[in-house]
């Protein structure tokens, strides 16, 4: 089956580490999948989302501090497929 896969990043400047200025690592990513129904054919759709957080050892090490940023993913539809495990 055909797979579509739409990546979702965060902006330039929204890259960077709030507290300390240094470019956020990608650090996982969360997949959801949809059904995409088009006359004789069925896509999936796959929205990747990377999460970020900073790398320097003074924000991560406090837990307060110890953010991880991602962009805003699209609306979930009402039919889910399957679950990535």
């Not at 990043?9 to 960077?16: G, P, R, T, W």
């Not at 990513?29 to 970020?52: D, G, M």
């Amino acid at each position: 089956m055909l797979v579509e896969i739409v990546e979702h990043f965060l902006s330039e400047n929204e890259q960077d580490c709030p507290q300390c200025g240094k470019n956020l690592h990608i650090m996982g990513k969360e997949i959801r999948e949809e059904l995409k129904l088009i006359p004789a054919k069925a896509i999936i759709v796959q929205h990747i989302r990377y999460t970020r957080r900073c790398c320097r050892h003074q924000c991560s090490a406090n837990r307060l501090l110890a953010h991880c940023f991602a962009m805003l993913m699209p609306a979930t539809p009402a039919v889910i497929v399957r679950k990535m495990i």
